[in-house]
């Protein structure tokens, strides 16, 4: 039986309007050749003590996380730390947060806190604290790697910085609570243009569980 071809279009002429079915799904990790953010990875409702996203700064310049968590313990706090062997160790960091809340009566307050200690030179920044049982948080991380600007001295110029943006409350005492949480590779380490994190660890402080969900975005570095 010979072929027939029917409505035949070239390439240069494709019209939209005579493609039927559905298109497979796609990943977005598997993409290639596109600009702005591309999808790196994902996860829903992960239940465990510490989640680690690897922070592949050699392929994207800037990593932006848009997460969700649920604490599961009293008086928690949710903590963030960095590494460059997968946590066998930690690399040290400077930083603190601040925040703006609510609470049942109306009555808006706000502050800045280093923690732990003075925030300096530490092996965990805090994101958020003072949560309850059940508390949930929503967070916009962005992460900045991979290079640094030559100018200057040396212990002024690092290669990672961290900014965190959450939504959260505390238990029934703070109706709504907003709290920015940022900082960088501790500047008291030697060489710290050099100190690059492959992996970055959101957990709770005292060891519990935290559900957690996220999904992730890098830019690729041109």
Not at 22 to 35: E, F, H, R
Not at 141 to 169: A, C, M, P
Request: aromatic content about 10%; some cysteine; glycine content about 8%.
């Amino acid at each position: 039986m010979s072929i027939i071809k029917i409505n035949a279009r070239s390439a240069s002429a494709l019209d939209a309007t005579v493609l039927t079915g559905n298109l497979p799904a796609i990943s977005g990790a598997s993409l290639t050749n596109l600009t702005g953010f591309k999808e790196i990875a994902s996860a829903s409702n992960d239940d465990a003590a510490t989640h680690v996203l690897t922070t592949d700064f050699s392929t994207y310049n800037i990593i932006k996380i848009f997460w969700s968590c649920a604490m599961t313990a009293n008086s928690d706090s949710l903590i963030f730390s960095v590494s460059d062997d997968n946590f066998s160790s930690v690399e040290n960091l400077d930083g603190f947060y601040g925040f703006e809340q609510m609470d049942s009566s109306g009555n808006v307050s706000d502050g800045r806190i280093s923690n732990p200690n003075d925030g300096l030179d530490e092996q965990y920044i805090q994101i958020t604290a003072n949560h309850s049982n059940g508390d949930n948080i929503f967070g916009e991380t962005i992460l900045k790697g991979g290079t640094y600007h030559s100018n200057g001295d040396e212990s002024r110029r690092n290669q990672f910085w961290f900014r965190h943006s959450t939504v959260t409350h505390q238990g029934t005492s703070i109706y709504v609570e907003k709290v920015d949480s940022f900082g960088q590779i501790a500047r008291a380490q030697a060489g710290s243009e050099s100190r690059t994190p492959t992996h970055c660890r959101f957990h709770e402080l005292g060891g519990a569980n935290i559900e957690f969900s996220y999904r992730q975005f890098g830019l690729v570095t041109t």
